[in-house]
């Protein structure tokens, strides 16, 4: 995603630039529809993303209660830590910048 904004003359190289230049984006979408859609994209993409991990997590808990997982993590209590993680922090950072 970095490499395609690049590409089209955006700012990319930290966070605050990559939530300017989705700022941009979203404020003009007409102008940059193709990456309008691509960021819509991959928002759709984490946010299923995370819901994934949600009944994944209740899922496991469901089958082994709060054991150690199969794969040797702390099971449940390790999974429930990543349900807050995002691929796409500035893309739902954005959001709030544009709502204010």
């Known amino acids: 995603l970095k490499g395609v904004l690049r590409r089209r003359?955006?700012?990319?190289?930290?966070p605050?630039?990559?939530?300017?230049?989705?700022?941009?984006?979203?404020?003009?979408?007409?102008?940059?529809?193709?990456l309008y859609l691509l960021l819509e994209d991959?928002?759709?993409?984490?946010?299923?993303f995370l819901l994934w991990r949600g009944?994944?997590?209740r899922m496991v808990e469901r089958m082994i209660g709060m054991k150690h997982g199969t794969g040797g993590s702390l099971g449940?209590?390790?999974?429930?830590?990543?349900l807050a993680k995002k691929f796409f922090p500035?893309?739902?950072?954005?959001?709030?910048e544009l709502t204010s």
Do not use: C, M
């Open 9 to 14: 003359g955006f700012a990319v190289e930290t």
């Open 16 to 34: 605050e630039e990559l939530t300017a230049s989705y700022k941009a984006i979203y404020q003009n979408p007409e102008r940059h529809y193709d």
């Open 42 to 48: 991959f928002i759709e993409f984490d946010e299923r």
């Open 55 to 57: 009944r994944h997590v």
């Open 76 to 82: 449940v209590n390790y999974l429930e830590k990543t």
């Open 90 to 96: 500035e893309l739902w950072a954005v959001r709030t």
